[in-house]
């Protein structure tokens, strides 16, 4: 008889709003991939033909997701009383599909290695719980075994010095253990009225009587997340990205700064332990900065403050690429809206920053900002000289939250004159890390550009086919993620996690 594969996937996820606000968790996306789509691969890869998801917070979602998933048939079974029921009961409404014959059920909260379901396909037993015996999860399912091997209790309940393994909750039934099983639901829901119980709840009654005899098929050494929470899918995103196997492939890490190493003055935590033990590994590290408001002097002070040793030939900053570019243009005379340091900087390489009639009207991040030399800059862009932006970041990160950067300035810029740069230096333009990259012979392909903005940090690693680590500490949360064009390679919530 055909094997079945039934997913329950009707809960609310309430732990990951504001993500599960417009979304069923199974659609949340860990690793680039909706945490759904593990199973169907899993599924897939098994040999399965036909597949019941039961769907209801969200379930349209779900209906519409799955329209388009090829390779096996995926039925859709509704429960409308999602809010006030729990699997059990939505397990029950398979009834008809799947009493008395065989099938495999488990809930759609699970990120799983593909061999996960073919594994317990090839189990010798025709009745087994996927368990894993490597681990002891407070939260998670755990089994016990009688003298003869066989399941004898499931819960979460069970204390670490009695329990056989976790279970994974993926669960494999022969057609008669499949009636037995149903049945006994039946009398849960129908006679006793519990719709809130977990299908755990019928399965551990019928372990305890004997009534069902299950093994169990250790999967120890295949991946799994069971995602209930944030840290759940911090820790599903980088078991399913390979962050730890890539690390080893990769020569070179480009390391952002505000948001990613220190925000304002303040270390990220365990910051400085990370720049040391990607040192330690041999790796070359150089920090980027699209901060324009202070030279590398300045940077590199800042790092020695909060315990990173560097130098300035570590550091990469967006007016590396602006100076690039004035010089092969053979730009003298400039008018720079920006620091005293920023000033100075381009002053020590021979540009004239205050010139009466200059070509280009400079613009950097004016941490020291007054209104007259905003009038200034004005009165040059309104006769006609053109701009050129260091970066066009709108707001930085700070101790305090967010601060306007170079971007709000542009945009009072343009709201005052019409006018827009000719050109913004900086990430995510890969011209601002390629002469790094031709001096040292560095491999983008083996470079892991980690910051916390998706639309410059990792877009940059993107343009340049580098790998991208997002960070949780600065510009984006784990939410915006979600919606975002721009997927990395790795999420992680901070540097100091590496």
């Known amino acids: 008889m055909e094997m079945l594969g039934i997913i329950l996937a009707a809960g609310v996820g309430s732990r990951l709003r504001p993500m599960t606000n417009s979304k069923p968790k199974c659609l949340v996306t860990t690793a680039g991939k909706p945490i759904l789509q593990y199973q169907i691969d899993a599924y897939k890869q098994a040999g399965f033909d ?84 490597s681990t002891y999860n407070r939260e998670s399912m755990k089994i016990t075994l009688d003298a003869e091997g066989y399941i004898d209790d499931i819960s979460k309940g069970i204390d670490e010095a009695d329990a056989f393994a976790c279970s994974i909750d993926f669960y494999k039934f022969s057609g ?42 250790d999967i120890a050494g295949l991946d799994w997340v069971e995602v209930d929470n944030y840290d759940d899918l911090a820790r599903s995103d980088r078991t399913f990205s390979k962050l730890d196997e890539r690390l080893q492939e990769i020569d070179t890490v480009l390391l952002d700064l505000d948001g990613t190493v220190y925000i304002g003055r303040e270390e990220v935590q365990g910051a400085s332990r990370a720049v040391e033990k990607l040192k330690a590994q041999g790796k070359n590290v150089f920090f980027l900065s699209n901060n324009s408001s202070k030279n590398k002097a300045d940077h590199v002070s800042v790092l020695r403050s909060i315990g990173v040793d560097s130098t300035p030939a570590q550091i990469v900053l967006s007016t590396d690429a602006l100076v690039d570019y004035l010089v092969a243009a053979n730009v003298e005379k400039i008018h720079v809206l920006g ?62 939250g967010p601060i306007p950067d170079i971007g709000a300035l542009l945009a009072m810029i343009k709201m005052a004159t019409g006018k827009e740069p000719k050109r913004v230096f900086g990430k995510p333009s890969s011209d601002m890390v390629l002469p790094l990259i031709r001096r040292f012979g560095l491999d983008p392909k083996r470079t892991l550009i980690v910051g916390d903005r998706l639309h410059t940090d990792i877009l940059m690693a993107k343009n340049l086919a580098s790998y991208g680590l997002l960070v949780l500490t600065g510009a984006t949360t784990r939410d915006q993620l979600e919606s975002s064009p721009i997927v990395p390679d790795f999420v992680i919530n901070s540097i100091g996690h590496l």
Not at 87 to 110: I, Q
Not at 188 to 203: G, H, P, Q
Not at 374 to 397: E, M, Q, R, S, W
């Open 50 to 133: 036909r597949l019941l998801i039961v769907v209801g917070y969200e379930g349209h979602a779900i209906r519409e997701y799955c329209k388009h998933i090829k390779g096996i048939r995926i039925e859709i079974v509704e429960n409308a009383d999602y809010e006030i029921t729990n699997n059990m009961y939505s397990l029950h409404l398979c009834r008809a599909h799947a009493k008395g014959r065989p099938f495999v059920l488990n809930n759609a909260d699970l990120g799983i290695d593909p061999q996960i379901v073919a594994r317990l396909m090839a189990h010798d037993a025709a009745d087994a719980v996927a368990v894993d015996t």
């Open 176 to 217: 008669e253990a499949s009636e037995v099983f149903f049945d006994e639901i039946g009398r849960i829901v129908e006679s006793e009225r519990n719709l809130k119980d977990w299908t755990e709840v019928a399965m551990q009654r019928l372990f305890r009587s004997g009534r069902l005899r299950f093994m169990p098929c």
């Open 339 to 400: 620091t005293r340091s920023f000033k100075t900087l381009l002053t020590e390489q021979g540009f004239q920053v205050e010139a009466s009639e200059p070509e280009y009207v400079v613009v950097g991040y004016d941490t020291e900002l007054d209104y007259r030399k905003l009038v200034d800059a004005c009165k040059h862009i309104n006769a006609g000289t053109d701009i050129l932006a260091t970066h066009g970041d709108a707001f930085c990160p700070s101790e305090h």
